[in-house]
C-alpha cells in the first residue's frame, strides 16, 4: 500500500482558489489510480475527482465539473486539485485516495489507501 498526505486546505471566500496537494510514499506512485473525496458533516463521503494512472482519463463529479482540475507528477510521487470558482457548498474535508487496480471508480470502498484529509472551509 501506499502512505498519503494532503495539504493545502483553509479558508477561502466564495469565488476564490485553492490547490490541494497529495504527496505518497511506500510504493510505486505511477502504478496506482488515484482519486479525491469529500465528506461534509452530517454527509456522506461523496467523489470529487479522478485520475488514471497514465494520467490521461480524468473524471469529475457534476458539482464540479468546470471549476476543479486533478492532476499528477509522478516525479514528485503528488496528485493535485485545483479549485477554482469555489462554492459554500464546497465546503468539507477532503481526502485524496488511491487504488492499485485498473480504472477509476467513483466508489470510496473500491480505494484500498487513504489521506488523513484536509479541511476545505469556503465562506459566503
Known amino acids: 500500500q501506499v502512505q498519503l498526505v494532503e495539504s493545502g486546505g483553509g479558508l477561502v471566500q466564495a469565488g476564490g482558489s485553492l490547490r490541494l496537494s497529495c504527496t505518497a510514499s511506500?510504493?510505486?506512485?505511477?502504478?496506482?489510480?488515484l482519486g479525491w473525496f469529500r465528506q461534509a458533516p452530517r454527509k456522506e463521503r461523496e467523489f470529487v475527482a479522478g485520475l488514471s494512472r497514465s494520467g490521461f482519463n480524468t473524471y469529475y463529479a457534476d458539482s464540479v465539473k468546470g471549476r476543479f482540475t486533478i492532476s499528477r507528477d509522478n516525479a514528485k510521487n503528488t496528485v493535485y486539485l485545483q479549485m477554482n470558482s469555489l462554492k459554500f457548498e464546497d465546503t468539507a474535508a477532503y481526502y485524496c485516495a488511491a487504488k492499485n487496480t485498473f480504472g477509476v471508480t467513483t466508489i470510496p470502498r473500491d480505494f484500498n489507501s487513504w489521506g488523513q484529509g484536509t479541511q476545505v472551509t469556503v465562506s459566503s
Open positions: 511506500g510504493s510505486t506512485f505511477s502504478s496506482y489510480t
